[in-house]
Nanobody
Framework: QVQLVESGGGLVQAGGSLRLSCAAS????????MTWARQAPGKERELVAV????????HYVDSMKGRFTISRDNAKNTVYLQMNSVKPEDTAVYYC?????????????WGQGTQVTVSS
């Protein structure tokens, strides 16, 4: 059974930091690119950051560059999002996603999300 379990969310003051974790099970974690996405109230889900299956390559949405860092530990089947200098507009539910394309087959899994609330 595939599971992605996010943790580490909570209430933080603007300018503070949080570290989100996403623990994966039920699939070969090291084969999958991992993504963090977020969804604020009344808005569509948006990409935050992506890390390749090996961890060699990362990509960030411009508004997160320099503030957020995505990383992974394939030995622990876990992906992380370090959030620094957070802003009230970072308030959202944060989701992790596992994605893999294998020939004609596409695999795409989502976690249940963790709430991050940034107070001003």
């Amino acid at each position: 059974q595939v599971q992605l379990v996010e943790s580490g969310g909570g209430l933080v003051q603007a300018g503070g930091s949080l570290r989100l974790s996403c623990a994966a099970s039920g699939f070969i974690f090291s084969f999958y690119d991992m993504t963090w996405a977020r969804q604020a109230p009344g808005k569509e889900r948006e990409l935050v950051a992506v890390i390749s299956s090996t961890g060699d390559s990362t990509h960030y949405v411009d508004s997160m560059k320099g503030r957020f860092t995505i990383s992974r530990d394939n030995a622990k089947n876990t992906v992380y999002l370090q959030m620094n200098s957070v802003k009230p507009e970072d308030t959202a539910v944060y989701y992790c996603n596992a994605r893999r394309v294998d020939g004609k087959n596409q695999y795409n899994y989502w976690g249940q999300g963790t709430q991050v609330t940034v107070s001003s």
